[in-house]
């Protein structure tokens, strides 16, 4: 059983950073996309960023430039690292894995994404 474990939200002020981190048992990232997803209250869950099995990523026009998404091969961790947050990014943020082995970057069509963490929240106030 694959399980994604997200972890380093926190209450932040605006333009601070925060580092999220997910580490996830029984798959390993360097043969899967991993990918970050957020859902504020009274929204849809919305795409932030994601990096291909080989390093490619792909962000969000809203943090682009601001998040940068990385990967640890050594500890099978994927971070995102947030900087110059906004009360906008305010949410829960949770990671998840493709379900297909080494998909093909950028993925045609979109990642297909099949284990989810449970979240870690994000506040940043204004």
């Known amino acids: 059983q694959v399980q994604p474990v997200e972890s380093g939200g926190g209450l932040v002020q605006a ?27 009274g929204k849809e869950r919305e795409f932030v960023a994601a990096c291909g099995w080989s390093g490619g990523t792909s962000y969000s026009d809203s943090v682009k430039g601001r998040f940068i998404i990385s990967k640890d091969y050594a500890k099978n961790t994927v971070f995102l690292q947030m900087n110059s947050l906004k009360p906008e990014d305010t949410a829960a943020y949770y990671c998840a894995t493709d379900r297909v082995f080494r998909r093909p970057w950028p993925p045609e069509p979109e990642v297909e994404y099949d284990y989810w963490g449970q979240g870690t929240q994000v506040t940043v106030s204004s």
């Open 15 to 41: 333009g601070e950073s925060l580092r999220l981190s997910c580490a996830a048992s029984g798959r390993t990232f360097s043969d899967y996309a991993v990918g970050w997803f957020r859902q504020a209250p």
